[in-house]
């Protein structure tokens, strides 16, 4: 069987498999696509999606700002999608247990001290609170916990209430920031182990709550990583299109779960219209990524991409980033070609998700042998009836 997790495209001039480097979870398989509106990243994207799913991974992707459209995908791709996935909705309320205790690895559990510490630095975050309003957000998480022991709800929501009912400018100002997502959220648990590629729909919310939302999603994500759950559990692929909306500077989520998650089984797919090019502290995050594939970019960036590929013609490869045709990209960097390694760009062409499915399909099917064991079984268990 093939390994899925590797695969990225096919070699336009051989037609060979085009891998990831071959390795364990901690590998970085970290993944970025850039390219104009209709280059054919998000579909190229949404087959690494498949693929992380049938090699069996966690899958987690995020549906914002309406990028994720059942109705544009390619029937392949949808009727999967459809057939294997669960969605959350703020509609409904997504289950996000941030205020329940986690475990990790050995079976240590977070005390109350931790959980306090955990989501207030999480809440601030994300909600960009002062230091008075962190200093609230505490005390109001402080009771809530203790009053839930006596069965009061715990959650967001109550959360609000909490800090307006310490009547402080602080607590008032920290409850007006989160209130906008309180809504959006319930604190039951989902089940990353449910077997489905999991889409948390935050669409229902305004702009600048998506990116609130979704922020609050990943850094929650990133806690269980850091308690080596995806480690035990099973490695997770987290699919962030239109990435770029997402904080992305030194002390952000995102650069944390790229930096050193990887080494805590976690893999990133992230697509964005530009690639990063200049030498801001949100580029440098993106050029984490080991492997970055660039789609049809704009004319005015051809040869600066060119450039960055680093092969000394220039000319030549901003005459291939022109004449890319729709789900094809150039590789840059590392790679394994037709099963050797190579340094050398490559212009990819996307793969045939059908084959894969069908090919998947056949190898997960019982054979022959195997059904004549089976059959063994049955007649020799309605003999002893």
């Not at 997790?5 to 901690?26: A, P, Q």
């Not at 090019?277 to 660039?294: G, I, P, V």
């Not at 070609?337 to 997960?364: A, C, F, R, T, W």
Request: glycine share 6%.
């Amino acid at each position: 069987m093939r390994n899925y997790i590797s695969l990225l495209g096919k070699n336009k001039s051989t037609n060979k498999d085009v891998c990831r480097y071959e390795g364990d979870n901690s590998s970085n398989l970290h993944t970025l696509a850039t390219g104009i509106s209709g280059s054919g990243k998000s579909v190229f994207m949404m087959i690494q999606v498949i693929l992380a799913f049938l090699a069996g991974r966690i899958v987690v992707t995020f549906n914002w700002f309406h990028c994720f459209r059942f109705a544009d995908m390619l029937p392949v791709i949808r009727e999967f999608i459809e057939n294997h996935c669960v969605i959350y909705s703020s509609k409904d309320g997504i289950p996000l247990p941030i205020f329940s205790p986690i475990t990790d690895s050995v079976g240590n559990v977070e005390s109350q001290d931790d959980i306090v510490d955990r989501t207030c630095n999480t809440l601030a975050s994300v909600g960009k609170l002062s230091s008075t309003q962190r200093s609230a957000l505490a005390s109001a998480i402080v009771s809530m916990l203790e009053q839930g022991q006596n069965g009061e709800e715990i959650g967001l929501k109550n959360l609000v209430k909490k800090l307006e009912a310490l009547d402080t400018k602080a607590g008032c100002d920290a409850a007006s920031k989160i209130r906008s997502i309180s809504r959006a959220f319930t604190n039951k648990a989902f089940d990353l182990n449910c077997g489905k590629i999991i889409i948390f729909d935050v669409n229902s919310l305004d702009s600048d709550t998506q990116v609130i939302a979704v922020s609050l999603i990943i850094e929650h994500l990133h806690r269980l990583a850091a308690k080596e759950f995806f480690n035990k559990y099973g490695p997770l692929t987290l699919f962030i299109d239109e990435c770029q909306l997402l904080p992305a500077g030194r002390d952000s989520t995102l650069r944390r779960i790229l930096e050193t998650d990887r080494k805590l089984g976690v893999q990133c797919l992230l697509a964005r219209p530009e690639a990063p090019l200049d030498k801001s502290q949100e580029n440098s995050t993106m050029n984490l990524c080991a492997y970055r594939l660039f789609f049809k970019p704009q004319d005015n960036k051809r040869r600066k991409l060119a450039k960055e590929l680093k092969t000394g013609q220039v000319d030549k490869w901003a005459l291939r980033l022109q004449d890319l045709k729709p789900g094809e990209a150039v590789l840059g960097g590392g790679h394994m070609d037709n099963g050797k390694e190579s340094e050398v760009p490559v212009v990819l062409k996307p793969l045939d998700i059908s084959q894969i499915l069908n090919e998947y399909s056949d190898s997960n099917k019982p054979h022959h042998a195997d059904n004549n064991k089976i059959e063994a079984k049955i007649n020799k268990s309605k003999g002893r009836e």
